[in-house]
């Protein structure tokens, strides 16, 4: 595959079709509700996805559409080859969903058996494979998540980090050649977090088509080498190369993935953006907190740290 920018437009370009091709993609829950609007998107094999949005935006959704859990309400989703549509129908869902993976952002709905080892083992169970089959999967599983030693622990005996990790083994069982995440990372203490950010670039470093969605922009520089944003108004408000997108701070704040936030000392008003993750409230009083270490009339001056 190759990349061509245009007016710092994201264009892949790779032979044959996308694995992905949505077309004019709709989605209202319950007939009214709308949780996708206009969505145009292609998505290639190998490619490295950081889906971005703030939360509301739709990437739990668009997760679901290209997972063929959900059909679209308006427009089409043609996914490895097939109608998305037909697929969540029951058409061919057994063989597809061999070949797409989705780990959902709450690890409790996929560990539901008496061990993690059990969970681990039930994908490629229902695949009807046999036994050294299936120990071969869990052990290669376990082994890349880097729970081997938790195999036998009962899920709900595990840590959020732990749970996160045995949710993706589960899936890595099955040797899905796409792998869909849900917001990976959300909740984790900054090890487990950047622990699990580590193991998902191995993930993607195998050669394995990754989406990813997360509103976390620190980690998007690792995990992706394409960001698709999502706006409030559930429509796609940019798609293109890590950098010009984290580049970006009107767009990353258009698209409520950073804040401006107002600073006054004294005379002074500072206006700058922020990471929403950001504990930018804390040690307000404190002028080494602010960035400024004094301020006199109207003159600031700025910390060189």
Known sequence: MTLETARGRYLPVGPGEPLFSLRDVRYLYSGRQVALDGIDLDIWSGERIALLGANGSGKSTLLKLLDGIVAPSQGTVRALGRDAAAVAGGEDAFSFHREVGLVFQDPDIQLFSATV????????????????????????????????????????????????????????????????????????????????????????????????????????????????????????????????????????????????????????????????????????????????????GTSVTARSD
């Open 117 to 296: 080892l059990d969970d681990v083992a039930f994908g490629p169970l229902q695949l009807g494979l046999g036994a050294n089959d299936v120990r071969t999967r869990c052990t290669e599983a376990l082994a890349t998540m880097e729970i081997a030693h938790l195999a036998d622990r009962a899920p709900f005996e595990l840590s959020g980090g732990e749970k996160k990790r045995a949710a993706i083994a589960s899936v890595l069982s099955l040797r899905p050649d796409v792998l869909l995440l849900d917001e990976p990372t959300a909740s984790l203490d900054p090890r487990t977090k950047w622990l699990l950010v580590d193991l998902i670039g191995r993930l993607a470093a195998a050669g394995r088509t990754l989406v990813v969605a997360t509103h976390e922009l620190d980690i998007v520089p690792i995990i992706a080498d394409r960001v698709v944003v999502l706006g409030e108004d559930r429509r796609i408000l940019a798609d293109g190369l890590p950098a010009a997108i984290l580049a970006d701070t009107d767009l990353l704040i258009r698209a409520n993935l950073i804040h401006e936030h107002i600073h006054r000392h004294g005379a002074v008003r500072h206006v700058h953006a922020h990471d929403l993750d950001a504990g930018h409230h804390d040690g307000l009083d404190d002028p080494a907190a602010t960035g400024y270490e004094a301020i006199t």
